[in-house]
Nanobody, 114 residues
Framework: QVQLVESGGGLVQSGGSLTLSCAASGRTFNTAAMGWFRQVPGKEREFVATNSVGNIYYADSVRGRFTISKEKDTVYLQMNDLKPEDTGVYYC???????????WGQGTQVTVSS
Protein backbone atom coordinates (compact mmCIF):
# COMPACT_ATOMS: atom_id res chain seq x y z
CA GLN A 1 0.00 0.00 0.00
CA VAL A 2 1.47 3.31 -1.08
CA GLN A 3 1.71 6.03 1.55
CA LEU A 4 2.81 9.64 1.25
CA VAL A 5 3.47 11.19 4.64
CA GLU A 6 3.84 14.94 4.66
CA SER A 7 5.19 17.17 7.38
CA GLY A 8 6.54 20.66 7.95
CA GLY A 9 3.62 22.99 7.47
CA GLY A 10 2.75 25.73 9.91
CA LEU A 11 2.33 29.43 10.55
CA VAL A 12 5.09 31.83 9.62
CA GLN A 13 5.43 35.58 9.18
CA SER A 14 5.93 37.14 5.79
CA GLY A 15 9.57 36.83 4.78
CA GLY A 16 10.03 33.69 6.82
CA SER A 17 10.93 30.17 5.81
CA LEU A 18 9.49 26.67 6.07
CA THR A 19 10.56 23.29 4.80
CA LEU A 20 8.02 20.66 3.77
CA SER A 21 8.85 17.00 3.44
CA CYS A 22 7.01 14.06 1.90
CA ALA A 23 8.13 10.50 2.50
CA ALA A 24 6.82 7.96 0.00
CA SER A 25 6.67 4.24 0.71
CA GLY A 26 4.95 1.08 -0.46
CA ARG A 27 6.49 0.54 -3.90
CA THR A 28 9.47 1.52 -6.01
CA PHE A 29 9.45 5.01 -7.45
CA ASN A 30 12.30 4.82 -9.97
CA THR A 31 10.33 6.48 -12.77
CA ALA A 32 8.34 8.87 -10.60
CA ALA A 33 8.02 12.61 -10.74
CA MET A 34 7.79 13.85 -7.16
CA GLY A 35 6.47 17.30 -6.52
CA TRP A 36 4.22 19.76 -4.78
CA PHE A 37 0.91 21.46 -5.51
CA ARG A 38 -1.09 23.89 -3.41
CA GLN A 39 -4.69 24.88 -3.05
CA VAL A 40 -6.67 27.65 -1.40
CA PRO A 41 -10.43 27.53 -0.78
CA GLY A 42 -12.42 28.36 -3.87
CA LYS A 43 -9.51 27.89 -6.25
CA GLU A 44 -8.15 25.00 -8.24
CA ARG A 45 -5.12 23.11 -7.07
CA GLU A 46 -2.03 24.66 -8.68
CA PHE A 47 1.40 23.36 -9.53
CA VAL A 48 4.30 24.54 -7.36
CA ALA A 49 7.38 22.47 -8.17
CA THR A 50 8.45 19.04 -9.32
CA ASN A 51 11.53 16.85 -9.60
CA SER A 52 10.95 14.57 -12.55
CA VAL A 53 13.76 12.02 -12.62
CA GLY A 54 16.29 14.79 -12.07
CA ASN A 55 14.59 17.47 -14.14
CA ILE A 56 13.33 20.30 -11.93
CA TYR A 57 10.53 22.71 -12.70
CA TYR A 58 8.97 25.57 -10.74
CA ALA A 59 5.90 27.72 -11.05
CA ASP A 60 6.80 31.27 -11.98
CA SER A 61 5.33 32.53 -8.72
CA VAL A 62 7.83 30.60 -6.59
CA ARG A 63 10.95 30.44 -8.77
CA GLY A 64 13.91 31.91 -6.93
CA ARG A 65 12.25 31.53 -3.52
CA PHE A 66 11.44 27.80 -3.32
CA THR A 67 13.81 24.89 -3.79
CA ILE A 68 12.73 21.32 -4.39
CA SER A 69 15.06 18.45 -3.60
CA LYS A 70 14.82 14.71 -3.37
CA GLU A 71 16.65 12.08 -1.37
CA LYS A 72 15.72 8.49 -2.21
CA ASP A 73 11.92 8.41 -1.81
CA THR A 74 11.53 11.65 0.13
CA VAL A 75 10.91 14.99 -1.53
CA TYR A 76 11.49 18.32 0.18
CA LEU A 77 10.31 21.84 -0.52
CA GLN A 78 12.44 24.57 1.02
CA MET A 79 10.37 27.75 1.01
CA ASN A 80 12.12 31.06 1.62
CA ASP A 81 10.89 34.65 1.57
CA LEU A 82 7.34 33.47 2.08
CA LYS A 83 4.51 35.80 1.13
CA PRO A 84 0.86 35.86 2.26
CA GLU A 85 -0.15 34.65 -1.22
CA ASP A 86 1.80 31.44 -0.56
CA THR A 87 -0.83 30.50 2.03
CA GLY A 88 -2.66 27.29 1.25
CA VAL A 89 -2.77 23.55 1.68
CA TYR A 90 0.31 21.98 0.14
CA TYR A 91 -0.03 18.52 -1.37
CA CYS A 92 2.71 16.12 -2.25
CA UNK A 93 2.24 14.30 -5.56
CA UNK A 94 4.07 11.26 -6.88
CA UNK A 95 3.20 10.05 -10.35
CA UNK A 96 4.65 8.06 -13.20
CA UNK A 97 3.35 8.08 -16.75
CA UNK A 98 5.36 4.99 -17.81
CA UNK A 99 4.03 2.97 -14.86
CA UNK A 100 0.61 4.69 -14.82
CA UNK A 101 0.22 5.70 -11.21
CA UNK A 102 -0.65 8.94 -9.46
CA UNK A 103 -0.62 9.37 -5.68
CA TRP A 104 -1.41 12.34 -3.43
CA GLY A 105 -0.51 13.14 0.14
CA GLN A 106 -3.04 14.25 2.72
CA GLY A 107 -1.99 17.88 2.54
CA THR A 108 -0.28 20.18 5.01
CA GLN A 109 -1.38 23.72 5.84
CA VAL A 110 0.98 26.63 5.26
CA THR A 111 -0.15 30.01 6.55
CA VAL A 112 1.86 33.16 5.97
CA SER A 113 0.82 36.19 7.97
CA SER A 114 1.48 39.73 6.79
Amino acid sequence: QVQLVESGGGLVQSGGSLTLSCAASGRTFNTAAMGWFRQVPGKEREFVATNSVGNIYYADSVRGRFTISKEKDTVYLQMNDLKPEDTGVYYCNVHSDPEDYDYWGQGTQVTVSS
